[in-house]
């Protein structure tokens, strides 16, 4: 089946661009996406890429999709406090289906 | 718009014992999806609902079960609990993959 791996833990400064990585396994993938996970909450969608877009721009949110490499990736700019959380890439694996990675937590100090 | 909701928000459960999960989708969203998420599996799917079929099923034994109603409300069950079954259950809706999938707030059950 389908497998998503994403780095642990990542560490930025306030202001800086923070970038969340994550790798697939199948290639057939439709659509992959970004979640926020903060302490105690559920799942808050921040953004998603269908497979035949290389790049998605959403405010401060850049997705880039390398399909060749099976590689997602995020990108923060002007990283916040606010946006300390954990990250989840997930994709669409059929079927009503969504593959999780184990999530990357992010930590951003003032 | 209201979002996913997801009720009771807390349970404590003792081994053996059942339980029963609700979540009431966005209007007008006719999937309904199940997810358990623990520290040590992450995020895994347990079943996918529409206009009351069940879809899809994950991995998981069959004292976990679920059922759609007419009004898209969701309920999901789990029998005879184990200590391993403590985790938080998220529950999905969507309009389908290109929407993306909303969760809600999610089940935090704890079984002692």
């Known amino acids: 089946g389908e497998d998503v791996e994403q780095s642990l833990f990542l560490s930025v400064r306030e202001g800086d661009s923070s970038v969340i990585n994550c790798t697939y396994t199948d290639s057939s993938s439709t659509y992959l996406y970004w979640y926020k996970q903060e302490p105690g909450a559920g799942l808050q969608l921040l953004t998603y890429?269908?497979?035949?877009?290389d790049m998605k721009q959403d405010q401060r949110l850049t997705v880039l999709l390398n399909k060749k490499d099976k590689h997602l990736s995020l990108r923060i700019a002007d990283t916040q406090t606010g946006d300390s959380a954990i990250y989840f890439c997930a994709v669409y694996s059929g079927y009503s289906t969504l593959t999780f990675g184990k999530g990357t937590m992010l930590l951003v100090s003032p | 718009k209201a979002g996913v909701t997801q009720t009771p928000r807390y349970l404590i459960k003792t081994r053996g014992q059942q339980v029963t999960l609700s979540c009431s989708p966005i209007s007008g969203h006719r999937s309904v999806s199940w997810y358990q998420q623990t520290p040590g599996q992450g995020l895994q799917f347990l079943f996918e609902?529409?206009?009351?079929?069940?879809?899809n099923k994950g991995n998981f034994p069959g004292r976990f079960s679920g059922r759609q109603f007419s009004n898209s409300r969701s309920e999901m069950n789990v029998s005879t609990l184990e200590l391993g079954d403590s985790a938080l259950y998220l529950c999905?809706?969507?309009?389908?993959?290109?929407?993306?999938?909303?969760f809600g707030s999610g089940t935090r059950l704890t079984v002692v």
């Open positions: 890429i269908f497979s035949n877009m």
């Open positions: 609902y529409f206009s009351e079929t069940q879809r």
């Open positions: 999905a809706s969507s309009q389908g993959q290109t929407y993306g999938y909303t």
